[in-house]
């Protein structure tokens, strides 16, 4: 298979999957998301590829969230329909993959890097890792699941303040919180996922796909929060500050929020 922004190296049983916008510290753009949705099927499709590993290229980022140029312009309908649009291709798709995803969180996870790291069955971190939700500082919320996810994995009054603060955690409390499982030096991390990895893959693929569906299905609340999440972030396409938000992250300047 051929991509442009990611890349995809099979080493059986295994499936690395690299996102390689480097020099846009691996933003994800509409065409990543695409690919990585294919990546991701086919390797999903693909039996002997029992585990795929996720990580970012170069040494400084993850993902560092949703590529902030592409949407800066969208209207409401158009913020609403990305996330919809972007929850189900690839951070729905994945969490309910049936082949393991790990995450190899290798430099800044931030927005729909972390939330992409959340939807992925569990995270290892390297030390230099960053990770956080700062979409208030740009005058939207988190719009791939963060708002569902997060909760889920650290408790609700660690997420509030996360979103609130739109700050970044290092790695300590990263592990702290139960955000990642491990934290090894930035060398050693894809080493260490494969071991993982291949130790899952000695194990029934077919019960570890109906163990992740278990586990899933336990956070499905009655109350579709994922549903909200959508509606909420579209609306934030028609404040004013959401528009200086954006537009300071371009132009490289501090946002001056009205609170409208
Ligand atoms: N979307 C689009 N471009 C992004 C990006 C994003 N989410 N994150 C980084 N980039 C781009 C930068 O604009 C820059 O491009 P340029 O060289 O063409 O100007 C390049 O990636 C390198 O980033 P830079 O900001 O120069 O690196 P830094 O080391 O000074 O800062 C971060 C690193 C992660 C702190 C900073 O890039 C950042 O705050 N990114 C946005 C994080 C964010 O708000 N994500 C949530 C989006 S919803």
């Known amino acids: 298979m051929k991509f442009k922004n990611i890349l995809l190296d099979k080493e059986l049983p295994l499936a690395i999957i690299t996102i390689n916008r480097p020099e846009k510290l691996n933003a994800l753009n509409r065409e990543t998301i695409q690919e990585l949705h294919h990546a991701f099927d086919h390797c999903d499709q693909d039996l002997e590829t029992k585990v795929i590993i996720l990580i970012g290229s170069g040494e400084k980022a ?3 969230g949703a590529d902030i140029t592409e949407f800066a312009h969208f209207s409401v309908e158009e913020g609403g329909k990305l996330a919809a649009i972007g929850q189900e291709m690839l951070f729905d798709f994945v ?24 939807a992925c069955h569990f995270r290892v971190a390297s030390h230099n890792a960053r990770m956080g939700l700062p979409e208030v500082s740009l005058g939207v919320i988190p719009g791939y699941g963060g708002t569902q996810r997060l909760p889920q994995l650290v408790g609700k009054g660690r997420a509030m303040e996360m979103i609130m603060t739109a700050g970044m955690i290092d790695v300590e409390r990263a592990l702290e ?29 077919v019960a570890i796909g109906q163990a992740i569906k278990a586990i899933n299905a336990g956070f499905k609340n009655s109350t579709n929060g994922y549903a909200v999440e959508i509606e909420a972030f579209g609306a934030c396409f028609g404040t004013a500050d959401f528009k200086e938000g954006t537009s300071a992250f371009i132009d490289k300047r501090k946002a001056n929020f009205k609170g409208a």
Do not use: D, R, W
């Open 62 to 64: 993850f993902v560092a």
């Open 177 to 205: 919180f139960g955000l990642v499982n491990h934290v090894v030096s930035q060398e050693e991390l894809l080493a260490y996922c494969k071991k993982i990895a291949l130790k899952i893959s000695n194990n029934s693929m």
């Open 95 to 118: 969490e309910q993959l049936s082949t393991p995803v790990i995450a190899a969180v290798n430099g800044f996870a931030l927005g729909g890097g972390l939330e992409l790291a959340m």
